[in-house]
């Protein structure tokens, strides 16, 4: 498996080095709850013609141990969605150097026309966490700048903006003081875009980690939904939790679950992304597939 990036390490040491961990937005909670009360609206999805392409833009928090491009594609194709799924990723990066490191295929890509008058359909844009802790103005530049590229050939786009988790432990006071001000600089990422929302991964997260309908976070004391180190990559268990709160999203159903998914055979060098048994690969998915529904 791929080595732990240390720009993510380095990203974290930023973060744990803040003065006043209030900086980048001037909020402050010891909430370990604490969430903006405001919602955003999901965007409508534009009427398509054939093939729905879905993009993904982001970085290891999108793809590293497991990959949601990948689970979304498997999903689509057992719930007979004519979906094509595209990405443009790069490790350890915020967007702009994303699309920059990306030109070609980038350029290429926004340049497609479609009948229906949207080459794309969806994006869902996963932002650095430093840029979105800590660089708000980037944050909404790079979206912005992002959604516009999209929308010369894909007016229509509906646009998700990726809720990040904080990397801490669960309920520790770091997290407690940055999972606020992550959740507000998303929804106002969002809600700065035309037809654009949130897809909210942390808050679904959140719910498992407490354990909701029967799930148990931990086996031995140990994490099954993030890795244990500063980067807190998300494992089988919540890759598989988010793929379907992502699908309800776009397509407005529950998907049925398939017996075989894209998941990680473990976190060493020497692991990978292959097909297995979702009753193998991921702890409990029967409490997990009831904590996505109850996002729907």
């Known amino acids: 498996m791929k080595m732990i990036l240390l720009s993510s390490l380095f990203a974290i040491a930023i973060l744990v080095s803040c003065d006043k961990k209030n900086d980048a937005n001037g909020t402050n909670s010891n909430d370990s709850s604490s969430e903006s009360k405001e919602t955003v609206a999901k965007p ?9 392409r879905v993009l993904f833009v982001g970085n290891s928090h999108t793809e590293y141990f497991v990959s949601f491009p990948k689970v979304l594609e498997a999903l689509c194709k057992e719930n007979g969605k004519n979906v094509e799924v595209l990405s443009l990723l790069q490790m350890g990066e915020g967007i702009d150097k994303i699309i920059s490191s990306n ?8 340049g497609q026309t479609d009948a229906d008058g949207n080459y794309i359909d969806f994006v869902i844009m996963q932002e650095s966490t430093p840029i979105a802790i800590q660089e708000v103005d980037k944050f909404n530049s790079n979206t912005k700048m992002l959604h516009d590229l999209v929308a010369k050939n894909s007016p229509g786009v509906a646009t998700y903006v990726y809720q990040l988790m904080a990397p801490f432990e669960f309920g520790s006071s770091d997290f407690k003081d940055y999972q ?19 897809i909210n991964f942390a808050t679904v997260l959140a719910s ?7 799930y148990n976070p931990k086996n031995n004391e140990v994490d099954l939904l993030r890795f244990t180190d500063t980067s807190k990559h998300m494992l089988n268990d919540a890759v ?6 992502l699908y309800q999203n776009l397509f407005g159903e ?12 473990g976190t060493s060098d ?7 048994d979702v009753s193998k690969g991921v702890s409990n998915p029967d409490a997990l597939l009831k904590i996505a529904t109850s996002f729907k």
């Open 254 to 265: 529950t998907p049925k679950i398939p017996q075989q998914l894209p998941l990680s055979t």
């Open 103 to 110: 030109k070609s295929a980038a350029d290429k890509m926004f």
């Open 44 to 52: 409508t999805a534009p009427k398509s013609e054939g093939t729905v």
């Open 270 to 276: 020497n692991d990978d992304i292959k097909m297995m």
């Open 208 to 214: 498992a980690y407490e354990g909701k309908e029967g």
């Open 180 to 198: 606020p001000v992550l959740i507000e600089n998303v929804n106002n990422a969002a809600k700065a875009l035309p037809n654009a929302g949130v």
């Open 240 to 245: 598989f939790l988010n793929s379907i709160v």
